[in-house]
């Protein structure tokens, strides 16, 4: 019986290359080698994988009856030395004296649908997962998970195993679908040919969704999600500070996130990013507002909001000014918009340090060695030990912004010997340019000392819990007073004070934004503030009969009426109703005791608290004893002192979550980044009215793995 011609469209489609023999036939004969990834559309029956194999003799004048032994056997080649046999598909080896049930349950786990070539099952295959999808509501039957639609990859025997595959093929896509999610990685990341590839080779019949698949199922997740964010606010008591951030991406498209934030009843901050807005050309005000408002229209917001923190751009201003305008009109309550404190915090900065931007691009060049070379950085940490210059920890932080900038300061003020010393002993891999001359060095050592109050600062606003507008404000007064004192200094060199001058105009510009009533009650509402740590541009006894007018008007009644209305006659200890005259005579005194004091006045005359204090834990314990003033301060606390997360701002972490933003495309960039915003915030993942049960997914992934190990073509596989 003659052989078939063998297949040889394999390496075309993978593309390995020639040099890599493990993917070619074992035998001496050189044969070409079958793509593993065009198998499952092939009948194995019909292709003679054996042809190769010298061990199974064939009698062309009486053939012989096939047994499940012999038909097994096709699929595995027999060594020269005919001690041990290997799969054609994957190369395990296995010994000549193995059971042919053991290499059927080989083609069971790894090679699907081969082990039906016989028409029988074969025994102790891996369990094939099951539906994972639940539905929201409670249902009398369950629910099978809905799909989108997609063409099955055709299986070689019977109709049950091309269904446990489908499922299988499923259940892969929605973890991808997770994993683009929570990287934050565009659909077209799955059409990678390589990736593609790599997959094929671990099972030739996986099936991964097109790329505007994957693109069309996260846009429905958007769509599901977003309605469970819609009805979540609703539901929510308290007024939403609302923070803008802007950014462009490698197409050049100009995006807004909005975001929202308030204080829940149990006195926890929350916040909730609410869309992604591509922002129309010119990009102005006009166009901001208009998104801005299309978005807090959506989520039935708009007569809710109390703040907006914008990142100090002039469109951003506009809009806010627009929207503040549009709110006073309708009379629906106080509105402010602030600027960003970070971002001018994060520019005063950028200011003092550009007379040192030279010696700190020569620090960094070293750093970035270090980083590099273990062999480097542990010489640089011995010579440290030894001088005494501190300990340090790899790698350095070496990020251009503000927390990189100043490391590279401190290195060379704490640890100056050891760096001469490094690059001198390595002058053939650290170019000598990297010596900072001793005016280098000065200018560093004076910058150091400048910075310093400004390094502990924003690390103070980035650890600190809750950022709250009177503790930044604190912060930024006392970043005032620094660089009016050195620009005032007859000590200071004139590059200095030049320096401290600018700066001290920017926090002066920007305590001048920000100083007025809205700023200042949230202020003294932070307990740890009051009146006393205030800066003195916000110190106005008008400000504090506005404030004390503010409360009686909107929360001294307002939230409890049943306090402002007549007494209703209350039962005594013994049973019976107070007298009429008795309800009155406490309504008097109620009233005269408001009138004498009010719980903000109360609040006021205590002392501050501690500035460690968790300010969202003190207003927790102490709102029994400021029912209202407590409701007042759950919606002013929220209000946000930064448009961004500080860290962000100020750290390398920024800087991941910029090159995120810059690479994805304008099709994907608003479902990803807001779903994995909601995910993180606790939404459950949906598909239209289905939950999407990962953890069952997980669970099913890890039963599938444990039976495959556990399985005896596994075990023969760790004995060899």
Known sequence: MNSPSP????????????????????KGDQKPMMDVALISNMDPVNIDLSSSDKSVPVNPQKPRKKTMTSVFLKFFETATDGKTRKCKFCGQSYSIATATGNLGRHLANRHPGYDKSTGEAVNNAAPR?????????????????????????????????????????????????RWLVLASLPPSTLEEKWLVNSYKF?????????????????????????????????????????TLDFWTSFEQIFYMSVTCHWIDENWCFQKLLLDILYIPYPCGGAEIYRSLIKVLKFYNIENRIMSCTHDNSQGAMQACHTLKENLDGQK???????????????????????SAKKAISKIREFVMELNASSVISEDFVQLTAAYQEGSWKFPLDFTTRWSGNYQMLDLVCKAGKS??????KYDEILDSRMLLSSADKSLVNIMHQYLEPFYKTTNNICTTKVPTVGLVLFFMDHILETSATSSESRHSPEWLKSAAEGMTEKAKNYISQVSNIFTYMTAILDPRIKGELIPEGLTSENFLDEARTHFMRNYSTSHFPSMSSGYNAQETEDGGSVSFAEEIARKKRRASMNSATDELTQYLAEAPAPIPTDVLEWWKVNSTRYPRLSVMARDFLAVQATSVVPEELFCGKGDEIEKQRFCLAHDSAQAILCIKSWIQAGIKFKFKSTEIDYERLMELAATSAAATDNSPASSDKKQK
């Open 7 to 26: 297949v040889t469209v394999g390496v075309s489609y993978m593309e390995w290359g020639d040099n890599n023999n493990h993917y070619k036939t074992y």
């Open 129 to 177: 997962p099951t539906a994972v999808a639940k539905k929201s509501q409670p249902q009398t039957q369950p629910q099978p998970q809905p799909q989108p639609q997609s063409q099955p990859q055709p299986q070689p025997q019977s109709q049950p195993q091309v269904k446990a595959n489908r499922v299988d093929y499923d259940h892969l896509n929605w973890l991808l679908i």
């Open 202 to 242: 671990l099972n030739p019949s996986i099936q991964l969704w097109s790329g505007d698949k994957y693109k069309n199922v996260l846009g429905e997740v958007f769509r599901s999600m977003k309605e469970d964010v819609k009805a979540m606010l609703e539901h929510i008591s308290s007024k939403f500070s609302i």
């Open 332 to 354: 629906i309550g106080p509105f402010c918009y602030i600027p960003c404190a970070a971002r001018t915090l994060n520019s005063i900065i950028d200011d003092g340090l550009k």
């Open 419 to 424: 760096m001469g010393d490094v690059i001198g």
